[in-house]
């Protein structure tokens, strides 16, 4: 079955360091990618999406190109901020038989921790 | 608006009480869902309803019940839970089904069964 991986952290920086979360995932066929932020005590946002094969995905400075080769979707940003503490899940959505998607299969999810 | 409204934020239930959830979108979305999750955990779908049809059941208990009464409208019925089965509710709701639309997620109910 699908499945993701990335590192669960707690992964912490100083504030204005650069970031990378890793996240690999394994798919039958052709899934679209997500990463998603979660801060304390809420729901989940979407932070960038891509759907096919080089597709990069980009928001608040937070990017993430999808890399078909390494089945790769790894989330950087140049210059972290406090405010970017939370944690972050890279999903995965992939067609079934019937021809809809089932839903989003999630890593573990990294917790950032950003220090001033 | 890309809002996705649930109520209540928090319930506390007993194991013999009878609640329901209810979430609430106004973007048109023909897609919404329900997950499961519990502390520093991912979350984990439970079901998916499709122009207003239970497309997806992922083997979850039938003390959940899920109901969609038009398209705007998701509830999640509770009955005889286990304190197990305490965690954050999440819906979501998507344009459609396909793997390529983002879901939309709403803030949860945090639920604790004594």
């Known amino acids: 079955g699908d499945s993701v991986t990335q590192m669960e952290g707690p992964v912490t920086l100083s504030e204005e360091a650069f970031l990378t979360i890793n996240c690999t995932y394994t798919?039958?066929?052709?899934?679209?990618l997500f990463w998603y932020v979660q801060y304390p005590g809420e729901g989940l946002q979407l932070l960038l999406k891509?759907?096919?094969?080089?597709d990069k995905g980009s928001n608040k400075g937070f990017e993430a190109t999808y890399r078909k080769e390494t089945t790769s979707f790894h989330l950087e940003k140049g210059s972290v901020q406090v405010s970017d503490s939370a944690v972050y899940f890279c999903a995965l959505s992939e067609v079934d038989s019937g021809g809809g998607a089932d839903g989003l299969t999630f890593g573990k999810g990294t917790h950032l921790i950003i220090q001033p | 608006d890309t809002e996705v409204t649930q109520t209540p934020k928090h319930l506390v239930m007993g194991m013999t009480n009878k609640k329901s959830l209810k979430c609430e979108q106004h973007?048109?979305?023909?897609?919404m869902y329900w997950y499961k999750q519990k502390a520093k955990k991912p979350p984990e779908l439970m079901f998916v309803y499709s122009y207003e049809k239970l497309s997806i059941n992922e083997s979850v208990p039938s003390r959940f019940s899920p109901e969609c009464p038009n398209s705007s409208l998701l509830n999640l019925h509770l009955h005889a839970l286990q304190p197990e089965d305490s965690a954050l509710y999440l819906c979501?709701?998507?344009?459609?089904?396909?793997?390529?639309?983002?879901?939309?997620f709403g803030p949860g109910t945090r639920l604790t069964v004594t």
């Open positions: 891509a759907t096919k094969a080089d």
């Open positions: 979501a709701s998507s344009q459609d089904r396909g793997s390529f639309y983002e879901q939309y």
């Open positions: 973007m048109g979305h023909r897609a």
């Open positions: 798919a039958t066929g052709y899934p679209s």
